[in-house]
């Protein structure tokens, strides 16, 4: 590995630009200014500390300190001149990289969370990141009232909770299309239920959703598109918990996979409920409730804040109009999943 530059490169010229300004009292040349910004950026680059520089520049002055007949005043004038121009080119410099960083991370989170790039190129960028493609990894996603960015106070919230507790750990946060989102090994299950109890908390009772482990440098995609359609299927069922796994809910994809086939079970089996004064809506509610809770009508009753005596009639009334009894364990299923089928598909409200 090649040594670094010593700092006295970056003070080519300072001692003559100070004696000079010292014996004639004039203030630096454009030139001159665009010299000390230039090693200013040099320096940045080259990876020196600025307090080790600004110091450099302070032992020269103190080196070169024009003798004779020149005005002290305008010596530490041509200091302060230098190391402000010096200074701003460093900062010019670390700025640029900074952005670079930035747009590169957002480039790689991009092609990460997209799989848009080339899988081998992909997997040796993320090293860089401190991911290991070749494990598997599991996504945990968060959405709040609002939509959150990279340097939002929500997300360093986040941040700081997760690595705090656990260091790096070969995890990646960050935010995307407004929602929080944690890369973690698969085998590191604590690491994305903190960063779900932390993310479900910072956003004030948002939801997560947390995907399944996958391998490979594809791994990631997979599992954060689960993860985001956990989040759409919650929101659909209208599920209640803030966390919510996708390999808890693999049946309803499966259930929708056939879309046509389970639009013809919603229409066959609960379209008759549409005839009903008051329409379908609150007797489809009736069935979710009655449902959700395990059949149990004194429980049904209490969510949907009825009498036992009016869920029963409710149930009955449902009874005469499909032909099915949600009661009779020979006719729940074909119910139970046309009910399902509905809220998956957003039915009455959407046709089919």
């Known amino acids: 590995m090649t040594d670094r530059p010593a700092p006295g490169r970056y003070l080519d010229g300072y001692d003559r630009i100070l004696a000079e300004v010292s014996a004639t009292g004039r203030r630096l040349t454009r030139e001159e200014l665009a010299s000390r ?14 307090r080790t520089l600004v110091s450099a520049h302070l032992t020269a002055a103190r080196t ?49 969370l997209y799989g848009r790039s080339d899988l081998g190129r992909l997997a040796e960028r993320a090293e860089r990141f401190g991911l290991r493609l070749s494990h ?4 945990a996603v968060a959405e709040g009232a609002g939509a ?33 989102v944690c890369v973690a090994p698969g085998h590191q299950a604590d690491v994305l239920a903190h960063f779900a109890k932390q993310a479900h908390a910072a956003t004030e009772g948002g939801r997560v959703a947390i995907g399944r482990p996958q391998p490979g ?18 929101a659909r069922l209208g599920l209640d918990e803030p966390v919510v796994r996708a390999a808890d809910l693999l049946v309803y994809p499966v259930l929708t996979r056939d879309r046509q086939a389970m639009a013809d079970l919603v229409l066959d089996v609960l379209g008759p409920l549409t005839t009903a004064r008051g329409g379908a809506v609150p007797l489809l509610d009736t069935l979710t409730a009655y449902f959700d809770c395990g059949c149990v009508a004194t429980e049904a009753a209490r969510r949907l804040s009825l009498s036992v005596r009016a869920l029963t ?3 009955d009334r449902i009874h005469q109009l499909t032909g099915a009894d949600p009661a009779d ?16 598909l957003d039915w009455p409200a959407t046709a089919l």
């Open 217 to 234: 440098p594809g791994g990631v995609v997979q599992s954060y598109e689960e993860a985001l359609n956990a989040l759409e299927l919650a």
């Open 37 to 50: 910004r230039a090693l200013g950026e040099q320096a940045a680059k080259a990876g020196h500390g600025l």
């Open 329 to 344: 364990p020979a006719h729940r299923y074909a119910l139970q999943t046309a009910v399902i089928g509905a809220r998956l």
């Open 148 to 180: 959150y960015g990279e340097g939002d106070a929500v997300p360093r919230q986040v941040e700081q909770a997760v690595i705090g507790r656990f260091g790096d750990r070969s995890v990646l946060l960050t935010t995307k299309d407004g929602r929080l």
């Open 136 to 139: 598997a990894h599991a996504v």
């Open 313 to 315: 009639y409710r149930l």
């Open 64 to 112: 070169a300190w024009p003798a004779g007949s020149g005005s002290a005043d305008e010596a530490l004038a041509a200091v302060q001149q230098v190391v402000d121009a010096f200074t701003e080119g460093f900062e010019r410099a670390q700025l640029l990289a900074v952005r670079q960083e930035e747009a590169a991370r957002r480039e790689f989170i991009d092609d990460l």
